[in-house]
């Protein structure tokens, strides 16, 4: 039998290899619920416009409910000879409620339809991810509060740096993550609009009414052109682009947990919620989330290179190739939702060994920038000048192994005589971290009160959420 969708005009049976490359549902069956609910917008319109009866969509109203259920429970037979979500629905609608439910294809097409469904699908995973991203600030935020003063080392090629504080640290990726939310609201915006009606590519000779399907499907407006409406995928793409910058900023988060659980660092330690052990190394505490955090990335970045190439060369209006556009999508998307949730996970968890944390921030000279500036400050040398006499002072401390606060005022004053007792105030690395209050700086008043003013604007939006 050939297909009772579109076999018309055809006699026999597709190939399997045919069936087996041309077959969508494993991957779009996941729109099921956009389907339906695009579906009864459609119908509803169909019937207000009086193109069909209103007992006709009625009942394929209540056949689309059975079927959202059906499915719901696991209830619902997938048919792979039925290609696509779309043509497996109808066809259990014929099933229920019989001829009628070849009326809801009126003045529409599956390449509106996919394209409807898919822009509600990622609409979904847009809201969804700003919603992790928010829940990860809020616990990013917790923490940066209760560790506002804690000290640790600030790095630049990795090496020891300035000191800076660990809350200041972790309010770096609250930044982040409100950017990564900013593009994503902003694809959100790019995105709301509705294909549906434009039907095949032309749109239809039916007096439809697409502004009030738009409107029944949340869409803030019809797209404007039937041939954009049901070819272009930028906002797949648009989102695809914002989830591999935000995957990025999980994976150098993951990575310095990756460093800092390292024995040879030691800066935090994860519970036994978020490590796993070695078959055959009974100490081993490995950081296996961060490292597949990491990983995932890849996926990410992955299903953004493989929609891109799909689409660079295909000619309007719809071409087959786009259907290709859902299987990495979703697979990146559910990537990054993990990645995300792992992330808040560990950031909840991690403990910081904060006396390792302060040693290690006082290690390699780390305050030595704070001498030039006291230089600087104090001598009104130029800080070029003081540059150069921190560096000897620097290389006598190091002859010496000692710390700069350790060196002998003397041994100071050999090689600059107008240095005073003074100068041991601001070689510590608590004086250095307080001293550095410039805006956006890590002095630990002014991480509380950054902390602060994050923990209110996330608090405000949740309560507007
Ligand atoms: N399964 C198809 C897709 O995901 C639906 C649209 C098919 N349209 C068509 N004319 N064959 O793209």
């Known amino acids: 039998m050939s297909n009772k969708m579109w076999g018309g005009r055809f006699s026999e049976r597709p190939d399997e290899i045919m069936e087996e490359i041309n077959v969508s549902i494993d991957v779009d ?23 069909i009866t209103g007992s006709d969509a009625k009942n394929i109203g209540k056949g689309l409910d059975t079927i959202l259920s059906e499915i719901g429970k696991g209830g619902f037979t997938f048919k792979r000879a039925l290609e696509d979500i779309h043509m497996n629905v109808e066809s259990r609608l014929s099933e229920l409620i019989g001829p009628a439910a070849g009326r809801l294809h009126t003045a529409r097409s599956r390449n509106d339809q996919v394209a409807t469904d898919f822009r509600l699908y990622v609409r979904d995973v847009l809201d969804e991810t700003d919603a992790a991203l ?33 809350g200041h640290h972790l309010l770096a990726y609250v930044e982040m993550a409100a950017r990564d939310r900013g593009r994503f609201q902003d694809a959100r915006k790019r995105l709301n609009e509705s294909p549906l009606g434009a039907a095949a590519l032309a749109g239809t000779s039916f007096p439809i009414d697409r502004h009030a399907t738009a409107k029944a499907l949340g869409f803030d407006r019809p797209m404007a052109n039937s041939l954009d409406a049901v070819s272009d995928r930028d906002f797949v793409l648009e989102t695809l682009s914002a989830a591999s910058i935000c995957a990025v900023h999980m994976s150098r988060f993951a990575e310095e947990i990756v460093i800092w659980t390292s024995p040879l660092v030691g800066l935090i330690r994860l519970s036994d919620k978020f490590t796993t052990g070695s078959s055959i190394m009974p100490q081993k505490r490995n950081p296996d989330a961060a490292e597949l955090v990491r990983a995932k990335t890849g996926r990410v970045i992955g299903a953004l290179n493989g929609l891109l190439i799909v689409m660079k060369g295909l000619p309007l209006a719809y071409q087959k190739d786009m259907q290709e556009d859902k299987q990495g999508a979703m697979e990146g998307f559910a990537a990054l939702s993990l990645a995300i949730r792992a992330m808040t996970g560990m950031v909840r ?28 400050r104090t ?15 620097v290389a006598k401390a190091a002859e010496g192994g000692v710390a700069l606060h350790e060196l002998p005022l003397k041994e100071m004053q050999a090689i600059e005589p107008k240095i005073t007792k003074d100068v041991l105030g601001v070689l510590s690395v608590e ?35």
């Open 29 to 51: 069956r996941h729109l099921f619920a956009q389907d339906i609910a695009a579906s009864k917008a459609h119908a509803a319109m169909l019937a207000a416009q009086g193109i």
């Open 134 to 166: 928010a829940a990860f600030q809020a616990a990013l935020v917790n923490r940066a509060l209760e560790h506002a003063a804690t000290v640790m080392p600030g790095f630049t090629h990795l090496q020891t740096a300035q000191p800076v504080t660990f």
């Open 349 to 376: 968890d991690l403990v910081p060994d904060e006396a390792k944390m302060k040693a290690a921030a006082g290690e390699g000279y780390a305050t030595a920038t704070d001498l030039a500036d006291w230089l600087v």
């Open 379 to 393: 001598l009104k040398m130029p800080f070029r000048d003081a540059h150069h006499v921190t560096g000897r002072i």
């Open 431 to 465: 004086s250095s971290v307080k001293s550095r209050t410039s805006f956006g700086g890590t002095a630990p008043k002014n991480v509380a009160s950054q902390a602060k003013a994050w923990a209110k604007r996330l608090e405000k939006e949740r309560k507007l959420g």
